[in-house]
């Protein structure tokens, strides 16, 4: 079996305002799954776009088995990526979809029953079941992303570029998508691997390179799966002290859960969101059943489940969101709620983030100034000196590198969730939603993020976090549940 070698060699990518990419050299295999770690705008990404030929590197080479990479003479290797947010098209079906991925550079002629048969095989392979008639705008996420992967997939890659794969996928995807990664490095995929989440990475991954401010720092061997969480965060982080999930102690636990407790006690807290019985009734849906809790003045409320069964439902429902028909009832501030809108919402002073953070709580067409200026003085109608001044202080607060004119798909995934929470928490909201915020944010981030709702909660904001398990790193909370198979169990409250 021969083996081939991607190598990047101080590949360099400047923008207006930033050095995204600052002579990062790093090299790849095909039969390996190699980790791209990093910590939130460390350069993965972007490095993933230019190795995929999405963006050109300000300076730098790629060389594939020792040629130039986009000066080959013969065949040139197929590396493809599939992104956090694939864009498909939508009124498309899946099997047109990837027949666009398939023959994007050619119109030759192509038989339907031999192309849909070709990727029912491909699916059978990687364990995942796909109706390929069904329209993108039909699928549910970790649909969408198994349609992406297929349309990836067709093309036959040499190497496949995954940023957060799993982030979308239940317990049970995950253990069969990692199955099926194992077995195609075993038939010479070259597999490059973006994630944040560390325990899925050291038992997946052979070697892991770290990436801080645009520079591999080291690249380490975990053939033997042997690396240690606390190695790679030192690298990532440098000098930063860091504590790993496993080295939590229970009085550590216990003390952080303290820092939430506030000076009144808690049944003089206001219930400022109470849930009752809420059930829905949804073909092919793991539909919600009795599903009650509230939410007081001043406490974090953490809702988690597994990402298709149910938690996305609820989000829809709590945040007025494309919401199904259900029934039971909604209180909030003690008002029983017929209906819950965005705009209901918004109008009684809560913050809402999406977990559909890139078309939902954001766009990509925006600039960073219209991300973050609806809520802030103008209010959304006079976008006057005063709301610039107020995106400048807060882009400046974030301590993030980039313009307020630049758009919004320049930011990192960590560095817009910063900036959708800064925005929501501008407002002083009675009530803060949250949909998966810990989706794509490295272990720093999601220190801060805790910190940030810790800091809002003692101000008495109410919080709800609706969390899926793959995102499973929240630790500060007063009441925590757990919705399994579309019902909810509580678990310990202060």
Same mark, same amino acid.
């Given at each position: 079996m021969n083996l081939h070698e991607l190598c990047c060699t101080d590949i360099c990518m400047h923008f207006t305002h930033k050095k995204a990419l600052d002579g990062a050299t790093v090299q790849f295999k095909t039969g390996s799954i190699h980790a791209l770690l990093g910590e939130n705008g460390a350069g993965k990404s972007t490095l993933a776009h230019i190795i995929s030929g999405l963006l050109k590197p300000t300076s730098g080479s790629i060389t594939y088995d020792g040629e130039l990479l986009y000066c080959r003479n013969g065949a040139k290797p197929r590396i493809f990526m599939v992104h956090q947010n694939p864009k498909l098209a939508e009124d498309f079906s899946v099997w047109q979809n990837a027949l666009l991925a398939a023959q994007k550079s050619s119109l030759k002629p192509y038989k339907k029953s031999a192309f849909t048969a070709n990727l029912e095989q491909i699916c059978a392979s990687w364990n995942f079941q796909l109706n390929l008639n069904k329209k993108i705008n039909s699928l549910n996420d970790s649909e969408r992303f198994y349609a992406a992967l297929l349309c990836r997939l067709a093309g036959k890659p040499d190497f496949l570029i995954l940023d957060e794969p799993t982030a979308t996928l239940d317990a049970a995807q995950r253990t069969l998508f990692f199955d099926s990664l194992k077995k195609a490095r075993a038939q010479n995929l070259g597999v490059i691997y973006i994630s944040h989440n560390l325990e899925e990475t050291l038992k997946l991954c052979d070697t892991i390179s770290i990436l801080r401010k645009g520079v591999c720092k080291a690249t380490l061997d975990n053939t033997a799966y042997n690396t240690k969480e606390s190695e790679i965060l030192q690298i990532m982080f440098g000098g930063e002290s860091q504590k790993t999930e496993g080295q939590k102690t229970e009085a550590h636990q216990t003390e952080k859960h303290a820092d939430l407790k506030v000076s009144v006690l808690k049944n003089e807290k206001q219930k400022v969101f109470v849930v009752r019985n809420l059930e829905t009734s949804i073909k092919n849906k793991k539909n919600l059943s009795g599903i009650s809790f509230e939410c007081r003045q001043?406490?974090?409320?953490?809702?988690?489940?597994?990402?298709?069964?149910?938690?996305?439902?609820?989000?829809?429902?709590?945040?007025?969101?494309?919401?199904?028909?259900?029934?039971?009832?909604?209180?909030?501030?003690?008002?029983?709620?017929?209906?819950?809108?965005? /705009?209901?919402?918004?109008?009684?002073?809560?913050?809402?983030?999406?977990?559909?953070?890139?078309?939902?709580?954001?766009?990509?067409?925006?600039?960073?100034?219209?991300?973050?200026?609806?809520?802030? *003085?103008?209010?959304?109608?006079?976008?006057?000196?005063?709301? /610039?001044? /107020?995106?400048?202080?807060?882009?400046? /607060?974030?301590?993030?590198?980039?313009?307020?004119?630049?758009?919004?798909?320049?930011?990192?995934?960590?560095?817009?969730?910063?900036?959708?929470? *800064?925005?929501?928490?501008a407002a002083e909201p009675k009530l803060l939603i949250l949909a998966d915020p810990l989706y794509g944010l490295d272990y720093k981030t999601v220190r801060y993020l805790e910190d940030r709702l810790t800091a809002a909660a003692s101000a008495g904001t109410a919080v709800v976090v609706l969390m899926a398990d793959a995102d499973d790193g929240f630790s500060k909370w007063n009441c925590l549940y757990e919705i399994k198979e579309g019902q909810i169990h509580k678990g310990n409250d202060l």
């Open positions: 001043g406490e974090i409320t953490v809702i988690k489940g597994e990402k298709n069964g149910g938690i996305a439902l609820l989000e829809n429902i709590l945040t007025g969101i494309n919401p199904p028909e259900y029934s039971g009832f909604i209180e909030l501030f003690g008002e029983k709620l017929k209906k819950i809108t965005p /705009a209901l919402l918004r109008k009684n002073g809560a913050g809402i983030v999406s977990s559909k953070k890139y078309l939902v709580s954001s766009n990509p067409n925006l600039t960073v100034k219209e991300l973050l200026m609806p809520f802030l *003085a103008g209010n959304g109608f006079s976008h006057c000196k005063k709301d /610039a001044e /107020a995106v400048q202080s807060m882009i400046e /607060a974030e301590k993030i590198d980039i313009s307020a004119d630049e758009p919004v798909s320049n930011l990192s995934g960590g560095m817009l969730q910063r900036l959708i929470l *800064a925005r929501e928490l």
